[in-house]
């Protein structure tokens, strides 16, 4: 037995996405062979919550599947095969390009932890693309799924980081990486696609079945449950993005194949949590017409829907899907008004929408730190004026002290935000110092973003002039 699966206590090993046709995937080992395999962070917090033994992490040779050696039986190693349209255009057949899933495991609660090799070399699904991750990107995709997490939104996160002792080429050669990652499932409205648009839809209700069986089992013997599932898509997939808008968070790449049917933030490229407050922040440097800009995102993510709606006619009558689309924007109002309020301590009235509302165009006009503002507002009044021009915050104070409910602010503000400087920090030093430290500094603080950790002042500023020209782009 492989040792890995020594330190799966009471959770159970399983692949059942390899029981679908095999149409859905092409079955194999991880292409990559890592040379000089080497463990950069372990997150024992997900092990825990997974029902592993957090000792695995002293183990190498029960660690070796994560960077995918000894994926031998009973692990079930696919690529699994997906569409999408990207940038607004249909982009035929993508897929696993360089993720490996190896199966799932169930903890003693019953919940699914997908698990997936992002770097672990080519598969048939490749392209024109090596298989391969850089260390900044996974880095980036570990830290990032493990504070969204944190701040309770749903995600996938990341168990281990691994730099394998390879050069990998983009603009320059680079430490390449992989990082095994963890979602309920990586299944996106892609899947879905691939099928209605490559004229194989007997495969959509078998797709479906698989979901439901597994991610919605409520729904298994309602005689509406295609209708029923679709609307939870949409439930999620509103209410996921006004997530991302009330902590300021921009995906960057919200292409149809990067959406989760379970409505969880998937593949972190170049996203970015923004530093003063613009509507039209473009975080992804390849996107040259803001498609995907702070703004966009709940305008896209209905789109997005509109596309899975039209994949699934097989299954479920476009009509009726329209109609179910009808309820997004209501959906996604109403979420997003009752997070903003949360975040100002405002009470939950009709009126008080128009406070936060307003307070975003003052924040916009004078380019105020998004994540500051909110946190000064609930703890330190004085430090929250200082932030404005002088007085030009008074009259909207005044208002603001009518309506405010004195919410308890813990845990709604973040005082830690993962900001790309902090994240490049954590980048440089490893690969030009080879030091961990920051990014072990960072991790305490992604663990606990409500919380100040006295010594460690220097990750909570905004970012300097030189920190703000940071630029993230697809390249990863
Ligand atoms: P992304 O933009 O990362 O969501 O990727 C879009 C598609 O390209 C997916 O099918 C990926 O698997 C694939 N892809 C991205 N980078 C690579 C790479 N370096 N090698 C192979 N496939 C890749
Ligand atoms: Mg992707």
């Not at 040792?3 to 996405?17: E, G, M, W």
């Not at 995709?141 to 997490?149: I, N, T, V």
């Not at 990486?177 to 990586?186: D, G, L, N, Q, T």
């Not at 305490?444 to 002039?465: G, M, Q, R, S, W």
């Given at each position: ?21 095999d ?116 880095l ?10 944190q ?37 996106r ?99 040259d ?12 993510g ?28 209501t ?17 939950d ?16 006009q ?33 208002r ?75 390249s990863?």
């Open positions: 037995m492989s040792s890995f699966l020594t330190y799966v206590q009471k959770a159970k090993f399983d692949n059942h996405f390899s029981r679908l046709p149409i859905f995937y092409t079955k194999m080992m991880a292409e990559l062979k890592a040379p000089k395999p080497y463990l950069v962070h372990f997150n024992s917090q997900l092990a825990e919550d997974m029902g592993l033994d957090p000792n695995l992490a002293q183990d190498p040779d029960a660690l070796k599947p994560l960077y995918g050696q000894n994926l031998e039986d009973p692990f079930c190693s696919l690529a699994s095969v997906y569409s999408g349209h990207q940038f607004g255009v249909w982009a035929g057949q993508l897929g696993d390009g360089r993720a490996l899933l190896i199966g799932q495991l169930r903890n003693d609660s019953n919940q699914i932890f997908d698990l997936q090799l992002k770097g672990a070399g080519l598969t048939p699904y490749s392209r024109r693309g090596d298989g391969r991750a850089v260390f900044r990107s996974s980036r995709e570990y830290c990032a799924g493990e504070y969204m997490h701040l309770g939104i749903p995600t996938s996160r990341a168990l281990s980081l691994f730099t394998t002792g390879e050069k990998v080429f983009r603009e320059e050669a680079e430490p390449g990486a992989v990082i095994a990652r963890v979602a309920e499932s990586h299944i409205f892609g899947h879905f696609e691939h099928f209605f648009f490559h004229e194989q839809e007997k495969f959509i209700p078998i797709l479906l079945d698989y979901v439901i069986e597994h991610f919605f089992p409520d729904l298994k013997n309602s005689p509406t449950r295609s209708e029923d599932f679709f609307a939870l898509v949409v439930k999620r997939t509103a209410e996921l993005i006004a997530h991302w808008q009330s902590v300021g968070f921009c995906h960057g790449v919200m292409n149809t194949d990067n959406m989760s049917i379970l409505g969880l933030t998937l593949d972190y490229g170049p996203y970015g949590f923004m530093d003063h407050f613009n509507p039209h922040h473009i975080c992804n440097h390849s996107d017409y803001g498609r995907y800009s702070f703004a966009q995102q709940p305008v896209i209905l789109w997005n829907l509109q596309v899975l709606a039209y994949a699934l006619q097989p299954v479920l009558d476009f009509d009726t899907a329209k109609k179910i689309l009808e309820s997004y924007s959906l996604f109002s109403n979420c997003y008004d009752r997070l903003m309020k949360r975040r100002c301590g405002l009470s009235t009709a009126s008080s929408t128009e406070l936060w509302k307003d307070l975003l165009l003052l924040m916009q004078q380019k105020i730190d998004y994540s500051l503002c909110f946190y000064y507002l609930q703890k330190d009044r004085d430090q929250f004026s200082n932030l404005f021009v002088s007085r030009s915050v008074d009259s909207w104070l005044k603001y002290d009518e309506y405010y409910a004195s919410y308890e602010s813990n845990a709604i503000n973040p005082h830690f935000v993962l900001r790309n400087w902090v994240l490049e920090h954590a980048i440089r030093d490893f690969e030009d110092e080879g030091s961990s430290a920051p990014l072990y500094s960072i991790w305490d603080l992604i663990k606990n973003p409500f919380t100040v950790a006295k010594d460690k002042e220097y990750f909570l500023k905004p970012p300097t002039l030189e920190q703000q020209k940071i630029c993230v782009s697809c990863s």
